[in-house]
């Protein structure tokens, strides 16, 4: 079991930087594939960004990619997502996602542990 927890949402200015941090609680953090999604209002949840547990082989969508660097720090249980260049069309609430099942499970949305979310919100 693992619980999730988000920070390090708020109003930002586009074009400007933030950082999203999720810690979770439970065992073995090292052993899963984490990730970050996100859903703006009216739209569906999206993938954002995925990193693996071994050798921390990272996936991105498209729209993030050169802009968003996903992390994880295993010793303190937490995986960020350094958001650069931010733009409006970004502004959404972003959700951290874990599965043992590996990257892909988590890219396609199928991740087994989800956190509640985090808005973050890019003013023009």
């Known amino acids: 079991q693992v619980h999730l927890v988000e920070s390090g949402g708020g109003l930002v200015q586009a074009g400007a930087s933030r950082t999203l941090s999720c810690t979770a609680s439970g065992r073995a953090f090292s052993s899963y594939a984490l990730g970050w999604f996100r859903q703006a209002p009216g739209k569906e949840r999206e993938f954002v960004a995925a990193i693996s547990w071994t050798n921390s082989l990272t996936y991105y969508a498209d729209s993030v990619k050169g802009r968003f660097t996903i992390t994880r720090d295993d010793a303190k249980s937490t995986v960020n997502l350094q958001m650069n260049s931010l733009k409006p069309e970004d502004t959404a609430v972003y959700y951290c996602?874990?599965?043992?099942?590996?990257?892909?499970?988590?890219?396609?949305?199928?991740?087994?542990?989800w956190g509640q979310g985090t808005q973050v919100t890019v003013s023009s």
């Open positions: 996602a874990a599965d043992r099942a590996g990257p892909p499970t988590v890219v396609r949305g199928s991740a087994s542990y």
